[in-house]
């Protein structure tokens, strides 16, 4: 059983809640394009398209858009044959646009129907974010003229604007002049003019009549050469105005084109029809351009991640070989460890004779103040250290990687200092796992000489003492000692464990070890992931969702669908 596609109108909502949604959080390359282009579609969509298609037969919007001092307000006041609207003397300004409309087509823009998110005033300028309605009774039914603000405005909201009230038109009534038709800035409009399909008239004014015939020749051939053969062209002389509006027969030949729209209902649906489908057939390729947007939002993360990675990666590796390679053996520890077991004499006759340990053992520790405890205390620092170097250090590589990926600087937002060494807690929280490791030790000590009781009395090291042996093991592989090390720690560590072998069984004690050392790992890798957190935390708040790509892509084939339907 098959589902039959959505209506058109909820196909393009969905689209529309999607692309204003747009997961474009990270500053890359294409960010602010696809942003624009994303704001665009879904004021397109709020302000004209779907109005539009709820009411197929509204009167025709024609918005007058054009340059600074074109000359847009003029021609509406001479269209109208009153003066509807003020045109700015002091430039830029920053003013409610103008709709004028029938009496009887009053109630299709007095609503939020069209332009929903601009008020409606009346009998005067609203200020920004509204549109000025003047009603007219001699203004045909099926007509509303619009005079935008300038579309090169050095005011960013009135060009902003001026394009959205251009996405809104049913008919772009595009002004231009004879000093300015070749400006950039306008035929960038009229070239996405083009790329929409949106019908469009271009009206060329302050033309002087003697080059009346050549410029508008040269601007037809623009027009023609930009794919835009189709539009209208007016040419308007420059001619002295009478009360403040263009000389009759100048303006006529436009006013008569725009009535004889409003009067004809097929020509009128002809408009709307081509500039409504230009539009739709446009969602493609700009849903398409904000998708690879996300897309490319999706890489950079990616990239951002696998930097981080690479560095706590490192670090845990350092952590490991640290461990491993008996360099914790040294200095501090080493001093507590030959304290604490002896040296010369005590290590000899130990290995004559392992039966009296005891004896060698209570003599060694007679006297000096908790030696278990001290070399417990050596080795929590040193593995404090070892976890705090290696963890500055990824935080260090994690900065230098992201400065150098796009949208890695705009992350760290000024606060390289601070993410370029551990998190200020860093070393309270080591301190404590690194006791709570040791405590876990002493633990597996009790728990694996709990039937061997008489065995272990024997020994005077006891539960603690016992544990600290235990504790070196984990890091007695000789592969970063040289010379005297070896002999002292890496020896008094092999007569240790015959020790606890004896006690205990030559399996049990390297289980011991073994369990000891997995659980150091546990802690430091618990630790590492915590200040890892803190680059990856920064790229997921932003970062779009893996399925934000294929729900752009599936949003735009359900409106194609329901188009085709």
Known sequence: MTTSPPRLPEALTVLRELLAAA???????????????????????????????????????TVIGGSTGAGKSTLVNSLVGAPVTTAGVLRPTTRAPVLVCARADAGSFSGDRVLPGLARVTGGDGGPGTVQLVVRDDVPTGLALLDAPDVDSVV?????????????????????????????????????????????????????????????????????RSGLAAARLFVIEERPLADGRLPEDQVAPLRNWLH???????????????????????????????AAAVEEQLAVAGALHDAAAAAYDAAR????????????????????????????????????????????VAAALTGRPAPAESLQGA?????????????????ERTVT???????????????????????????????????????????????????????????????????????????????????????????????GQRVLEAVFGDAAVRALAERARADLDERAEALLRYEQDRFDGRVDAVAPAPSAVDDLRAAARALAEARRA
């Open 23 to 61: 997961p474009l959080g990270l500053a890359t390359p294409g960010r602010d394009d696809a942003a624009r282009v994303a704001r665009g579609v879904a004021d397109q969509v709020d302000d004209y398209l779907l109005p539009r298609l709820l009411d197929l037969d509204a009167p025709l919007l």
């Open 156 to 224: 960013t909201s009135n060009r902003d604007l001026a394009g959205q009230l251009l996405a809104a038109a049913d008919l772009w009534v595009f002004v231009t002049t004879a000093a300015r038709y070749a400006d950039a800035v306008p035929w960038d409009l009229l070239r996405t003019a083009e790329e929409r399909g949106t019908a469009l008239a271009v009206v060329l004014d302050r033309v002087p009549p003697e080059a009346a015939a050549e410029i508008s020749a040269d601007l037809t051939a623009m027009l023609d």
């Open 260 to 290: 004889g729209l409003a009067a004809d209902q097929e020509q009128r649906a002809a408009v709307v029809r081509q500039t409504l489908g230009g539009a739709l057939d446009s969602l493609q390729e700009r849903t398409a351009a904000v």
């Open 317 to 360: 590796d350092g952590i490991d070989q640290g461990v491993r390679s008996g360099s914790l053996l040294r200095g501090e520890v080493l001093a507590r460890w030959q304290e604490f077991v002896g040296t010369g004499e005590w290590m000899r006759t130990l290995q004559s004779r392992v039966g009296r340990v005891r004896d060698r």
């Open 379 to 395: 080795l929590e620092s040193s593995v404090e250290q070892l976890l705090r170097a290696e963890a500055d250090r990824a935080a």
């Open 401 to 495: 990687a992201w400065r150098a990926l796009p949208a890695g600087p705009a992350l760290l937002a000024g606060q390289e200092r601070e993410l370029a060494g551990v998190s200020p807690d860093f070393t309270e929280a080591a301190a404590a796992q690194v006791r709570d490791w040791q405590g876990t030790v002493l633990d597996l000590v009790r728990s694996e000489g709990a039937d061997k009781r008489s065995r272990a009395r024997l020994l005077s090291w006891g539960v603690s003492g016992t544990g600290a042996v235990v504790m070196v093991a984990v890091f007695a592989q000789t592969g970063g000692l040289l010379g005297g090390e070896v002999a002292v720690a890496g020896g008094t560590t092999a007569v």
